[in-house]
C-alpha cells in the first residue's frame, strides 16, 4: 500500500498531505527494535487510541483502517491494552533515545500528538492518563466521537456524530488533526469521604464491566495521604462534568440495559432512542409525580462554594424543585446542549456571573427539575438554572436522607451508596491544573484569553430567564484515581518532567 501521499490530486481543504508527515518508526515505540533512518522527521507524529468496543463496530473497523495508513505499532485497541502503559512505555523510550543522541526521538516528542476515538467516558480516561503523568511537554489530544454523548468531541469542533471509517475519512481527520490548535481547559479534582459503615460496603456500584470502568472515581488506599482512618475516602477527576440526581440515574439505567443486551446497542441512533425511552420510563418526564422529594437536591445535601480561590465557604441555596445538578467545565451536555448559556447583563451586574471559559479556573452549576425544564435548551438563549460559579465546591449530605444517590462523572454514571447513620459524607470538588485540547472549527469552547471569545453579556437572555425559581416551587492533588492511572512503583520517571 502507498503511505506516501493522501491525496494524489494536489492539496485541498481536506487534504492531510504525505502519509510520512504522521507516520512514526517502530524503534521509536518498540524499545527493542532496530533502528533506522529517516530524512525527515513526522510533522504531525500521533499515536491513535480507540475503544473497539464503541460505536457498535465503528471502533474495530476504525482501527482496521488506522492500521493500513498508518504504522500498526502506533494504533492500540484500548481493550487490549491501557493507555496509561503504552504512553509509559514510549516516553521511558524517549528518553533513553534522547540520552544516546537520537534526534528523531527528540522531534516526534516534540511533536507528538494524541488521537483518541471512544465515547466520552474512554476520552477522559486518556486525559487523566496524560495529566498523571506529568510530562514538561504533554501531548495534545483530538477527540473522535464514537460514544452517544459525544459532549467531549462536540466541544471541540469534532462533532457529535459517529464518524465514517473509510480511508478518505480517516485522511480527512488526520489532516484536521494536523492543523487543529491547542487549547488548554480546567481540570477538576473530586473527593467523597464518610466513615466506614458498620453494615454493608460504600463503593460506588458500576454498570458497567470494562478495563477503564470508574476509572475515573475509586476508593483510596490505605498508604494514600489522603486517607484517614475510619473513613472510607473516594477521590478522581473530571473534565467535562460532574452530575449528581436523575440523570445520573436514567445514564445508570442505559448502561445497565447494554451491558445485559449488548446487541441491541449496534448505533449512536438507536441508542440515542433506547436513552430517550428509559428516560420517560424512569419517570424524568413526569418527575414530580414519580420522582421521591426526599431525593431532591435540596433535601440530599446542603451546597456550599468557594467562588474564588483563597475565598470563603458561602451556603448555596438549592430551589427544592430542583432534581438534578450538573457541575459543569465544558459548553456541551447531553449531546451538545449548553445548560449554562450566555448570562444577561442583569445577571451579570446582579449576580456576578461570566460567560462560560473552559480555562478560567471556574466551574458553572446548573440544576435541572425534570426532562421538561431540560428541554428548553433546545430553544434559543435556553439554559437551565444558573445556581453559581465557583472554585471550589462542598456538597455535605443530609444524615440518613437517603440510601443512595446517582451520580455521573463524564458520561461514566455510578449509584452510590449511603451510609444511614452518616452525617459526615462529604463531596468537594476543586480546580486541579489544566491540559491541553486539540480544536478545530467550529469550536464551542471558548477561552478567556482569546479575544474573540465573548467578553460582553447578551441582552436578549433575561427576557426568557427561568432563573426565578419560587414561582416552581410548587409544580488535592494525584489526579489518578484507580490502579490503571499508577505507574509502577520499581520505575522512576521523575526525568521526564
Not at 288 to 314: C, D, V
Amino acid at each position: 500500500m502507498n503511505r506516501q501521499m493522501c491525496s494524489s490530486n494536489g492539496p485541498s481543504p481536506d487534504s492531510c498531505g504525505p502519509l510520512t508527515d504522521y507516520y512514526i518508526p517502530d524503534y521509536i515505540l518498540k524499545p527493542d527494535s532496530e533502528k533506522r533512518v529517516v530524512d525527515h522527521p513526522p510533522s504531525c507524529p500521533v499515536v491513535v487510541f480507540i475503544n473497539s468496543r464503541s460505536g457498535g463496530q465503528l471502533g474495530s473497523s476504525l482501527i482496521k483502517t488506522y492500521r493500513e495508513l498508518l504504522n500498526e505499532a502506533q494504533v492500540f485497541d484500548l481493550s487490549e491494552e491501557g493507555p496509561d502503559k503504552v504512553l509509559h512505555r514510549i516516553y521511558c523510550n524517549f528518553e533513553k533515545l534522547k540520552s544516546n543522541g537520537d534526534t528523531l526521538a527528540f522531534e516526534i516528542q516534540k511533536s507528538l500528538r494524541l488521537i483518541v476515538a471512544g465515547g466520552d467516558g474512554t476520552a477522559s480516561w486518556l486525559l487523566g492518563v496524560v495529566s498523571d503523568l506529568k510530562l514538561s511537554q504533554p501531548p495534545p489530544i483530538a477527540t473522535v466521537p464514537l460514544g452517544t454523548g459525544n459532549n467531549l468531541p462536540f466541544s471541540f469542533g469534532w462533532g457529535k456524530k459517529n464518524p465514517a471509517t473509510d480511508q478518505v475519512a480517516v485522511k480527512s481527520f488526520l489532516g484536521q488533526v494536523k492543523r487543529a490548535r491547542e487549547m488548554n481547559i480546567d481540570s477538576w479534582h473530586i473527593i467523597m469521604r464518610m466513615r466506614i459503615p458498620q453494615e454493608g460496603p460504600c463503593d460506588p456500584i458500576a454498570p458497567l464491566d470494562l478495563p477503564h470502568s470508574l476509572h475515573a472515581f475509586h476508593r483510596v488506599s490505605d498508604t494514600d495521604s489522603l486517607n484517614m482512618e475510619g473513613y472510607h475516602t473516594f477521590r478522581g477527576g473530571f473534565w467535562n462534568y460532574f452530575s449528581m440526581g436523575m440523570d445520573a440515574q436514567v445514564s445508570y439505567e442505559f448502561h445497565s440495559e447494554r451491558k445485559r443486551n449488548p446487541e441491541k446497542f449496534k448505533n449512536q441512533l438507536t441508542n440515542q432512542g433506547t436513552y430517550a425511552k428509559l428516560g420517560l420510563k424512569q419517570g424524568w418526564f413526569a418527575a414530580s409525580l414519580t420522582h421521591p422529594s426526599s431525593r431532591n437536591i435540596a433535601q440530599l445535601a446542603t451546597l456550599k462554594i468557594m467562588k474564588r480561590p483563597g475565598g470563603k465557604w458561602e451556603e448555596l441555596k438549592i430551589p427544592r424543585s430542583i432534581r438534578s445538578i450538573v457541575c459543569l467545565n465544558l459548553p456541551s451536555f447531553s449531546g451538545g446542549f449548553n445548560p449554562w448559556g450566555t448570562p444577561g447583563t442583569r445577571k451579570v451586574q446582579d449576580r456576578d456571573l461570566t460567560p462560560p471559559y473552559v480555562d478560567d479556573g471556574l466551574i458553572e452549576v446548573v440544576g435541572f427539575r425534570d426532562a421538561w425544564h431540560g428541554l428548553v435548551l433546545l430553544a434559543p438563549n435556553g439554559h437551565g438554572t444558573r445556581l453559581a460559579q465557583a472554585h471550589r465546591l462542598r456538597f455535605e449530605f443530609h444524615k440518613g436522607a437517603a440510601e443512595h444517590t446517582f451520580m455521573r462523572i463524564d458520561g461514566e454514571p455510578w449509584k452510590q451508596p449511603l451510609p444511614k447513620e452518616d452525617d459526615t459524607v462529604v463531596v468537594e470538588i476543586s480546580h486541579l491544573r489544566q491540559v491541553a485540547m486539540l480544536a478545530t472549527d467550529p469550536c464551542k469552547s471558548k477561552s478567556i484569553n482569546d479575544p474573540s471569545s465573548p467578553c460582553h453579556p447578551h441582552d436578549d437572555d433575561d427576557t426568557n430567564s427561568l432563573e426565578d425559581e419560587d414561582e416552581w416551587e410548587n409544580g488535592r492533588k494525584k489526579f489518578g484515581a484507580a490502579a490503571t492511572f499508577k505507574l509502577p512503583d520499581d520505575v522512576d520517571i521523575a526525568h521526564l518532567s
